[in-house]
């Protein structure tokens, strides 16, 4: 077999008149670094840096094959002459192992009710009344049922709202039902839970810790953001006392008191501890700092800089709260310095993002974030089960479908089958949009081996699933973040780069995977 010919896409780098040799160059796609520099990449995700001289002798085949450079190169397999096939095949094979599985991720929506307003919602919320909206134990016997047909060797169970803490009986009937049902099946087992946590109680904590339940939360930074944006009433005990009003007192109390417990376990803290989120809004972008003080002072080890989504409640409040995407990439690259310079100093956080990108460009691997990989996860990679059993490729589609919109609606549970689910119409089209080596615009961008995109988010703001990326703010968030990470990879920092193979390193975290009654 011979390599594939270089791709040399116009307007990514002065080319100033070079004339390019197609026999010299195996495969590539390139972009322009700041300080004269261009990044290549091939097929199998390998990547070099090279000076803007050095990009035009190897695209123009003006290369020593005695120096220094030709050695790179071809140990990089950018060469037409030494190309590696099994070599390449190889490095494809292992960034794309998570095709050989199915749905690993299960969401159930166990009830739309919850007790605090978010200005962002995507979850598209109840009242507290609504208890039409609580998941019955019968529609989750069957979430269940069908979650762990599934070919994936491992399952997660993920429940969400609304706030879970609301159905807390229906929570612990699926983790009773799917530990029985488990223990014939044999899969790994686990369940997380999505929860502000401010109807948290030492009765619940107990329950989940004894479950091995992993629990996740939201801080949007320090109390003032936090309370700002996600409104928790107070409410008035039959003593004629009030409680509540501070969703960030009530996630921070249980915060520290969950890591606690943890410990009373005799759990590493360094791997177990709450996991938590935030949204970016406007008012997020000037508090870069404050929000990283704010979770290393919780003990938390990752932030996920998500920038704000359009779905949900975050449609009508979009105005007030959306911001241009190069603002949000200064916020960014504000906050990892920050966070760079922390690590140097013995503070250890990571920026989600940050590893995410940084284990498929420095290792190889993909770490199986269903957003960021390609072909998408959605449909083949998760499913999202609503309150009333109706199934959806991803929870972005089941927000969607709240706001009278049922694109990626597949089925209920009351008589859908696994091969009907994964193999449905939606599905099949899913995969082809959200595969990026036949998308206009990716199938020529560097970044193409790293990157990945959600077919949904392209429905929503631009009415198809095939999106133009060139105008998606998904694309200009991605690639902005990957322009940051090479431009450090390309500084080459000892320390910099110490930190960063850190934040790839993938940690174990075995307790929370259910054992098998024998």
Not at 245 to 261: F, L, M, P, T, Y
Request: glycine content about 8%.
């Amino acid at each position: 077999m011979t390599a594939p010919s270089s791709t040399l896409p116009a307007g990514a780098f002065p080319l100033g008149g070079l004339t390019t040799d197609a026999s010299f160059p195996a495969f590539f796609r390139y972009r322009a670094l700041p300080g004269d520099r261009v990044l290549l990449t091939n097929l199998e995700g390998n990547f070099l840096v090279l000076a803007a001289d050095e990009f035009r002798a190897f695209a123009s085949g003006q290369v020593d094959p005695g120096s220094e450079l030709y050695a790179r190169l071809r140990d990089g397999n950018f060469l037409r002459a030494h190309f590696d096939t099994e070599r390449a095949a190889e490095g494809l094979r292992r960034r794309k192992r998570f095709l050989g599985y199915g749905p690993n991720l299960h969401m159930l929506v166990v009830t739309l009710r919850c007790n605090e307003t978010c200005v962002y919602c995507h979850a598209s919320r109840a009242p507290m009344e609504a208890t039409h909206t609580d998941m019955s134990r019968e529609t989750a016997e069957r979430c269940v049922d069908l979650a762990l047909s599934s070919t994936s060797p491992g399952i997660t169970l993920e429940f969400q709202g609304g706030e879970p803490l609301v159905n807390f009986d229906v929570v612990k009937h699926v983790i009773e039902y799917a530990r029985e049902k488990n223990a014939t099946i044999g899969k790994a087992l686990e369940f997380t839970m999505v929860s502000n946590l401010a109807m948290m109680d030492e009765e619940k904590l107990a329950y989940l810790m004894a479950q091995r339940v992993q629990i996740c939360t939201s801080i949007d930074g320090p109390q003032g953001l936090h309370d700002k944006q996600r409104k928790l009433p107070a409410l008035k005990l039959a003593s004629g006392e009030k409680t509540g009003g501070s969703a960030w007192e009530a996630a921070v109390h249980w915060i520290r008191r969950i890591n606690e417990a943890y410990e009373q376990q005799g759990l590493d803290p360094t791997l177990y501890r709450v996991e938590a989120l935030l949204t970016t809004t406007r008012d997020t972008l000037p508090l870069w700092k404050e929000v990283v003080d704010q979770y290393v002072d919780l003990g938390c080890r990752a932030l996920f800089l998500r920038p704000i989504d359009p779905f949900g409640f975050a449609e009508r409040t979009g105005p007030r709260l959306e911001y241009p995407r190069a603002e949000y990439l200064e916020f960014y690259r504000r906050a990892v310095d920050y966070m760079i310079e922390l690590n140097l100093q013995g503070v250890q956080v990571l920026e989600r993002y940050a590893a995410i990108f940084l284990t498929k460009i420095l290792r190889g691997e993909d770490p199986n974030f269903l957003d960021i990989r390609s072909p998408s996860g959605a449909g083949i990679g998760a499913l999202a089960y609503n309150y009333d059993g109706g199934i959806f490729t991803c929870d972005e589609g089941r927000m969607l479908h709240e706001t009278g919109d049922d694109t990626f609606l597949l089925g209920h549970v009351s008589d859908a089958t696994y091969r009907g689910v994964v193999g449905h119409e939606t599905v099949r089209a899913l995969v082809l949009a959200g595969n990026l080596d036949a998308r206009p615009d990716c199938v020529n961008c560097a970044y193409q081996p790293y990157c990945g995109v959600a077919p949904s988010h392209s429905h929503k703001t631009q009415g198809t699933i095939f999106g133009r990326m060139r105008e998606s703010s998904v694309c200009a968030v991605h690639k902005g973040i990957q322009d940051y990470l090479f431009e450090k990879i390309a500084d080459a920092d000892p320390g910099v780069m110490e930190v960063f193979e850190r934040w790839t390193t993938i940690r174990p975290r075995e307790h929370f995977i259910q054992s098998v009654d024998p």
